[in-house]
């Protein structure tokens, strides 16, 4: 019987962070630190031609301004991975030249001795151009839009264009999402010390061994002599994957003042800072049969890029796997604007690309005269369609009927306008969430003691999701301890080497890594405790036996044990110290794994003012073995409520007459709030998957968000009759 997994349990970190206790990157005390502060252009593509620093240097408390004249160069651009899993670094350095790829990009770096000084110093600072013509419209540059070099282009599958025209029923629409932003709460921010060639560095960072690789490229020294550390982050959601351009600052500017040095990025530069998910236009052709059978699928995908590197987010990736259909087409290009580069923001690709296929699904479900849910279950994919792969483990026809009763969907109405609450027109919509079931190459170590305590260490992140609590119980449980016996180390490059914390691997990682470990543990006093004659555990093989409230017992009768203390003791050791590295299977080679869920939506908007309320919302999700069900359903409901900011409110506004982002603050940018915010219900449907891992465990975060914009789309088409393709859908899109 499971001691903690699946069970709930509350936040070890949790007192640590109510209490301040918790240190985030910015907030660690150094001596003698200055502090800098980034001075960013006002054009968004040419070249300075004069930058005048002399007022700036002569203000109070200044130190140094560093521009392109005075910076030094960084290493090679492109370093080379250090694992298979990491791609080549190619990320944006600054002021190293003149020129100017992107609008609010950072010129200059003024450090004084406190942050207010350096603020004031950076207003100083006096820049001229030569600007010329930009291109910051997608639209415009969707003409050049091409397959990044290092991708081969799509194939189709089958004869989607004679498909297409022979299709009895057919739907074609463009679909289009705007820039999104991250906005985490905790600002990006560094602090940088250099001791002799030894580089040490605090950071808000997903990927601790990547930034590691970053920086030791950038400043031509081994890996071994940069230490990075990052015990807590104050969200992410992707924009931390990617080393940005404020970490190789603040450790140049330590390293030329001899001195630590501190930068935060303000909230109006991280939307240049970080990357976005990328403006999207998608046009998309479904065909069917007039019973509701796809023939015909036709995703056609541009993004934007920057013109400082090729970024592609998948778009249409899920697409060839959510429905069996015998013909598709889905390929994803990309176009150059000068902007900032794109980056993974949560579900990357697969919220944008769902967004299309669900609402495109809906439409023709319309078309058809057949039920919204009814459309999807008969093209329900029971084997991978891109693969032919049968899947690992699929609940999604559970997450379907399960949805649909809590819902009550029997009641709905399908004529649009049909439905009312008083004056409010009500809408119920649904849609298919997915997203990948990943596993990366994890190491974990366990110091077993003998004292009945262990200390767990791997060099992974917490964004938030509740991992420092989750490799604890996965720990506990397996070490047969209790959960404050144990103590969990992450974010720190001294510890065994992780994956970044993106994707929805973590637990499916680093969990395994902790597994492995601590069974290595357990067939270890094995071997020890059988050196006795007596030993009631002498037939026993270590999958037969577990580690339970300080003893080593057989599986199938737990009155044949060893004390472990006792074991330990005839040993001579205090501690036994176990690393182990965890890989996916050679089995998981021969299934496809996906995780699946389903939304269902009701919408309630006012015919006059055109005000959407989402009222309601059932979120059914299939994604393996859950492990902490309050983290689980917290998880969900995030991402739910970043699907209504997706749906109703989230845009970045650019003045493309000046390439220059218009609302860079969380005034103007606008998320959504308590008030915003109805009634949620998140419910799973374990799966008893035995192929992805040895927790059978697949991963949640981006999955929550995947079907939800499409969702509320839905109902808003049939509360309203209005087909809203662009996001958000704001009133005057409606009126």
Known sequence: MARYIGKEMSRVDGVAKVTGKAKYAAEFKVPNLAYGFIVTSSIAKGAIKTIDTSEAESAPGAIRVFTHLNTPKFGPKASTPTTATEEPDKSFRALQSDRIYFNMQPIALVVAETYEQARYAARLVKVTYNAEQHVTDTEAARTSARVPSQRQPEKPRGNPDRAMRNAPVKIEAEYRIPIHHHNPMEPHGAIAFWEGDTLSIFDKTQNIFGLRTHLASSFGIAQENVSVVSPFVGGAFGSSLKPNYYPALTVMAARELKRPVKVVYTRTQMYTGHGYRPDTIQ?????????????????????????????????????????????????????????????????????????????????????????????????????????????????????????????????????????????????????????????????????????????????????????????????????????????????????????????????????????????????????????????????????????????????????????????????NLTEIVETFESKPSKEREKYASLVHGAQFIEVKVHPDTAVVRVTRTIEVSACGKIMNPMASHSQEIGAIIMGIGMALQEATEIDHRFGRIMNPNLQHYHVPVNADVHEIETIFVEENDTVVNPLGVKGMGELGLVGIPAAIANAVFHATGKRIRELPITPDKLL
């Not at 306008?417 to 027109?425: A, E, F, N």
């Not at 974010?491 to 890594?513: E, H």
């Not at 017992?553 to 203390?565: P, Q, T």
């Open 283 to 571: 046009k998309i052709a479904l065909g069917a049969e007039r019973s509701g059978k796809l023939t015909a699928m036709i995703h056609d995908v541009v993004h934007n890029t920057s013109s400082l590197e090729e970024f592609m987010d998948d778009t249409t990736a899920f697409t060839r796997q959510v429905y069996a259909c015998p013909n598709l087409f889905a390929p994803t290009k990309i176009t150059n604007t000068d902007l900032s580069t794109p980056t993974w923001m949560r579900a990357p690709g697969a919220v944008s690309g769902m967004f299309a296929l669900e609402c495109a699904m809906d439409e023709l479900a319309y078309a058809l005269k057949i039920d919204p849910l009814e459309l999807r279950l008969i093209n329900y994919a029971e084997t991978d369609p891109e693969s032919g792969k049968p899947w690992s483990s699929k609940a999604l026809r559970e997450c379907y009927r399960l949805g649909a009763e809590k819902f009550g969907w029997k009641n709905r109405n399908p004529e649009p306008r049909s439905m009312r609450d008083g004056q409010w027109l009500v809408g119920w919509g649904m849609a298919t969430g997915v997203w990948g079931a990943m596993q990366m190459p994890a190491t974990a170590r366990i110091t077993f003691r003998a004292d009945g305590t262990a200390q767990v260490a791997s060099a992974t992140s917490d964004i938030g999701p509740g991992t420092y609590t989750v490799m604890t119980m996965i720990a506990a449980e397996f070490l047969g301890l209790k959960a404050d016996q144990v103590k969990f180390e992450l974010g720190d490059s001294k510890l065994p080497r992780a994956p970044s914390q993106g994707g929805s691997w973590t637990t499916a990682s680093v969990g395994s890594a902790i597994h492995g470990a601590a069974l290595a543990i357990g067939e270890k006093l094995l071997a020890l405790a059988n050196r006795d004659a007596n030993s009631p555990l002498k037939a026993a093989i270590a999958s037969d036996v577990e580690m339970l409230d300080g003893r080593l017992r057989l599986k199938s009768d737990s009155s044949r044990f060893v004390s472990i203390a006792d074991v330990m003791k005839r040993n």
